[in-house]
């Protein structure tokens, strides 16, 4: 992975918060940045089911790197700053926003369970859902309105904000994954406000958050290879890796 020159060396400072996947620390002397280590643990069902493998957390951050980085050339703004090394990044200290934005391309999972569609059934146009933030909830699907009894943003015109984010990160995104041989299914994006009251894209981009399977032979290389004991976990990640780093541009 190429590594961005920084202007000063950066350090790491105070753990300050630790995920299911990642880790947070200050950087010394720089209050607007944070410290964002992969970790390589493996969760599904809301932490319910959980494991690890060897590399997984330098394999997502190298994917969310590059992903980052070419969804930044499409105009699209991330937290994303630079990379420190393979498994840690700088990022733009940012307020999450409670909310998991789901846009789906096709049906899958216990969305297609739930609304009696079959898997992988294709819509006429993308699905964007809000899903709270809320570990103790199990992080549930609400509505719009719901979202703005819950606080989670102040007005409406941040939730059509949001879905027009999401509908070009998706935009994007699919083309990119196409270079690589990979259909997008759906995804999971997180977006934050900086200090100076924008909103941009945070979190993660990775086969955590995505399902993306084979264009050719349908082949699932993603975390559901993980929740429905597929095998091949680590493989698939290292696979999309591949593909995305020989298809970038």
């Known amino acids: ?9 950066r350090q790491r400072g105070d753990k300050f918060y630790e995920g299911k996947a990642k880790i947070l620390y200050s950087v010394v002397g720089d209050s607007n ?11 599904a069902f809301n932490a319910q089911k959980v494991s690890n493998f060897a590399g997984k957390g330098e394999l997502n951050a190298k994917i969310t790197s590059s992903l980052y980085r070419q969804l930044g050339r499409q105009g699209i703004e991330t937290h ?9 990044m700088i990022c733009r200290r940012v307020k999450i926003i409670p909310l998991e934005v789901v846009v789906r391309n096709r049906l899958a999972g216990s969305t297609a369970k739930r609304l009696g569609f079959e898997e992988g059934h294709k819509i006429d146009s993308p ?20 979202a703005l009894l819950l606080g989670a943003v102040k007005d409406q015109s941040a939730l059509v904000l949001l879905k027009k984010k999401a509908l070009e990160v998706d935009r994007v995104l699919t083309e990119i994954f196409i270079r690589a041989g990979l259909e997008l299914i759906d ?6 406000i ?3 009251g924008d909103m941009i894209l945070a979190d993660e981009i990775s086969p955590d958050t995505c399902r993306l399977w084979d264009l050719k032979t349908g082949e699932k290389l993603d975390k559901d290879r993980f929740r429905r004991d597929l095998g091949g976990v680590a493989e698939a990640y290292q696979e999309v890796w591949n593909r995305i780093e020989k298809g970038s541009v």
């Open 33 to 43: 940045v944070v410290w964002v280590e992969y970790k390589d643990s493996l969760t």
């Open 127 to 146: 699905l964007v859902e809000f899903y709270y933030k809320d570990d103790v909830l199990a992080d549930p699907f609400i509505s719009d309105d719901q």
């Open 187 to 192: 995804f999971k994006l997180e977006f934050g």
């Open 1 to 9: 992975m190429r590594k961005v020159q920084n202007k000063m060396d």
């Open 80 to 88: 994303w700053l630079e990379d420190v090394d393979a498994r840690n």
């Open 194 to 196: 900086t200090s100076e």
